[in-house]
């Protein structure tokens, strides 16, 4: 049936660049063979999912929506994608995103823009965003063309689309999920987590995929919890933080409501609402737009014509001319400013000044959680300042994209649990989002306030 849903609304969406079906019926089959033999069909057994096309999948294209990587197929496997099929799942495609995971509106891939399937009432016929970067798994759940997607949050890629498009997503304590084989933007930030309908599905597709990896330095030697079995939407003796700092101008008046309205479904679950303070939440931003691009310049420098993907080798050119004439025709335009960008910012002149303030700045904002813990059990924010907007509406507008991400970077930086939970439309009708954030590895206080307001 999702195959057919692909088959039939893909060409408008654009949220798939490579639908497989037979991986999903491949999936399907082997669940079938183990159901009748009576074995363990596996937490995922059988579940046909959307994969982002930033996992590397064996013998299946991986792109980063970007040109440089286009006809790149994989030798390997990721392990987060490896760990969905091994507990059942089968994938129905490689979904579409924001060329190398930068973006949040999904108009920076190079295979064009995915569509949300959400339109605003009365509002014309005008394309609206799925967000960015995991915008094709945002647009894929929301439409039916797949039950759950895996998404990758770098700095709100994964709660900014699912906010746009009506949908639950988690991103993980940082180390969660294994980075192995996920093409890698922000190496100290990214970080994969679910896409999927509700938060129970959430909880299942969370536990396939986290679990420590040998291959991954970063990643957490903790075991996973059983989510599932641990969600309770009972927040009897829980303290929910409201952090004064996000109440920002520009903020939509009807987020801020819904943010009030979030407050009151925690109090009926049983939770105490209280004030608390993150005081350099408006540095975190500026300071994500640093070293965000910082890192990407030098993950991005493997991209150099030999080892992947395109190569461009104009007539009698050397090596440089092949590295330039790559690199310039591979990347996009969004591309090239993170690595102009992060260049700048790790340049012997400028070090001190930007990356090294930066850093300085992750540390004080990573400071401002911890010392909130001591007055809460999680937080509640908005995800996003505004609804999604139309397609094309922002694309020449950088600085407004980014502000996009401004309730979304803060938790990134500091490596903490973050979820968007859908919280009823605007009188446009279109979706809103609430994000709650946990204390580190409290996956489980993140998911139970998370049910609490579903
Ligand atoms: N929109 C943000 C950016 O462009 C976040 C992207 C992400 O989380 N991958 O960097």
């Not at 809460?376 to 509406?393: N, R, Y």
């Not at 919280?423 to 049910?451: H, M, R, T, W, Y």
Request: aromatic fraction near 8%; charge should be negative; charged fraction near 20%.
């Amino acid at each position: 049936a999702f195959n057919a849903n692909v088959a039939a609304a893909n060409a408008q969406l654009n949220a798939f660049i490579v639908p497989t079906p037979e991986k999903a019926l491949e999936a399907a089959d082997k669940t079938d063979a183990k159901r009748a033999k009576g074995e363990d069909l596996g937490i995922m057994g059988g579940v046909p999912i959307g994969m982002k096309d930033l996992f590397a999948t064996r013998g299946v294209q991986t792109t980063a929506a970007s040109h440089i990587l286009e006809g790149f197929v994989p030798q390997y496997e990721s392990t987060v994608s490896q760990n969905l099929w091994n507990a059942g799942a089968g994938m129905l495609g490689k979904l579409n995103l924001d060329q190398f995971a930068m973006g949040s509106s999904n108009e920076t891939s190079y295979f064009g823009n995915v569509v949300n399937p959400w339109r605003k009432a009365g509002g014309g016929n005008a394309a609206m965003s799925p967000g960015g970067s995991s915008g094709g798994s945002s647009s894929a759940v929301a439409a039916r063309l797949a039950p759950a997607a895996t998404g990758t949050d770098t700095g709100g890629s994964i709660r900014q689309p699912s906010a746009f498009a009506g949908i639950t997503g988690i991103k993980p304590t940082y180390g969660r999920c294994s980075r192995w084989g996920v093409v890698a933007f922000a190496s100290s930030l990214d970080q994969a987590g679910p896409m999927a309908r509700d938060v129970t599905d959430c909880a299942i597709m969370l536990e396939a995929m986290a679990g420590f990896d040998p291959k991954d330095a970063t990643s957490l030697d903790m075991p996973v919890p059983q989510w599932e079995a641990g969600l309770n939407a009972d927040l009897a003796g829980k303290r929910i933080g409201i952090p004064r700092e996000y109440r920002m101008e520009g903020t939509d008046q009807e987020i801020l409501d819904s943010w009030e309205r979030g407050k009151e479904w925690l109090r009926d679950a049983g939770a105490e609402i209280v004030d608390i303070s993150l005081p350099h939440t408006k540095y975190a931003l500026p300071a994500y737009y640093i070293i965000a691009p910082a890192e990407a310049s030098s993950n991005l420098a493997r991209y150099d014509g030999v080892r992947y993907g395109l190569r461009d080798l104009p007539d009698g050119a050397g090596l440089q001319d092949m590295y330039a004439a790559t690199r310039a025709e591979g990347f996009g335009d969004e591309v090239k400013r993170r690595i102009l960008i992060g260049t700048y910012v790790l340049s012997a002149g400028f070090y001190d000044a930007y990356y090294n303030q930066a850093q300085k700045v992750r540390a004080l904002v990573a400071r401002d959680f911890e010392q909130a813990w001591e007055h809460c059990d999680v937080i509640l924010a908005p995800t996003t300042p505004t609804a999604s907007f139309p397609l094309g509406s922002l694309s020449d507008d950088p600085l407004t994209m980014y502000l996009n991400d401004v309730f979304a970077v803060p938790a990134s930086l500091a490596g903490l649990p973050a979820m968007s939970v859908p919280a009823g439309l605007n009188s446009d009708g279109l979706p809103l989002g609430l994000q709650i954030v946990g204390k580190p590895f409290d996956e489980q206080g993140v998911l139970n306030a998370g049910l609490a307001i579903e």
